[in-house]
């Protein structure tokens, strides 16, 4: 099973600054790999898949890289309704693992 | 638009069992795999399990595998999770959620609003 560990677990980020997500997998997952945003009391929303490739709804604020093992989300400026938990999630062999989440809050 | 309502859901005690259905609408349901994932009260995420669009394959994380049973009725639009020897560590919100693709499990692009299992005598 491949292990995907988000990194931090919590960020604190002021509105307007860049926040910057963290996403390794124990074993390269190629650019099989999805990010998903969940705001609480809701399901999770498909962000980016295939590493790069931003979901239909998400503005270009928020962007997906890295390929193998290491990959990052950056959210260029937050705003207030990008507080939330994102989760990574391999697809690249069974079974699929979503990571423990990066929790991010307003400092 | 795309919906997935979850239905089933309740309280069970330890060793019982329980079906959670997914009805589908607003895509062609035929055409798309379908998994089940679950997120435990304050946790993260588990995927639990895939169907290919037509049935044929099926895929189990190990913490069920044995234990739930995954399936679909495409004339209905509607998936299924039966759920077996529930345990407490079984409580959680049960989500449906589509596949982008048809054959092989991948991203995730629309998810139901989840149902809740509680295991508790």
């Known amino acids: 099973e491949i292990v995907m560990t988000q990194s931090p677990a919590t960020l604190s980020v002021s509105p307007g600054e860049r926040a910057t997500l963290s996403c390794r997998a124990s074993q390269s997952v190629s650019s099989n790999l999805a990010w998903y945003q969940q705001k609480p009391g809701q399901a999770p929303r498909l962000l980016v898949y295939g590493a790069s490739t931003r979901a239909t709804g998400f503005p270009a604020r928020f962007s997906g890289s890295g390929s193998g093992t290491e990959f990052t989300l950056t959210i260029s400026s937050l705003q207030s309704e990008d507080f939330a938990v994102y989760y990574c999630q391999q697809y690249d062999s069974w079974p699929l693992t979503f990571g423990g989440g990066t929790k991010v809050e307003i400092k | 638009q795309v919906q997935l309502v979850e239905s089933g859901g309740g309280v069970v005690q330890p060793g019982g069992s329980l079906r959670l259905s997914c009805a589908a609408s607003g895509f062609t349901f035929s055409s798309y795999g379908m998994h089940w994932v679950r997120q435990a009260p304050g946790k993260g995420l588990e995927w639990l399990s895939f169907i290919r669009y037509d049935g044929t394959n099926k895929y189990y994380a190990d913490s069920v595998k044995g234990r739930f049973t995954i399936s679909r009725d495409n004339s209905k639009n509607t998936l299924y999770l039966q759920l077996s020897g529930l345990r407490a560590e079984d409580t959680a919100v049960y989500y449906c959620?589509?596949?982008?693709?048809?054959?092989?499990?991948?991203?995730?692009?629309?998810w139901g609003q989840g149902t809740l299992v509680t295991v508790s005598s």
């Open positions: 959620a589509k596949d982008l693709s048809r054959y092989s499990g991948s991203s995730l692009d629309y």
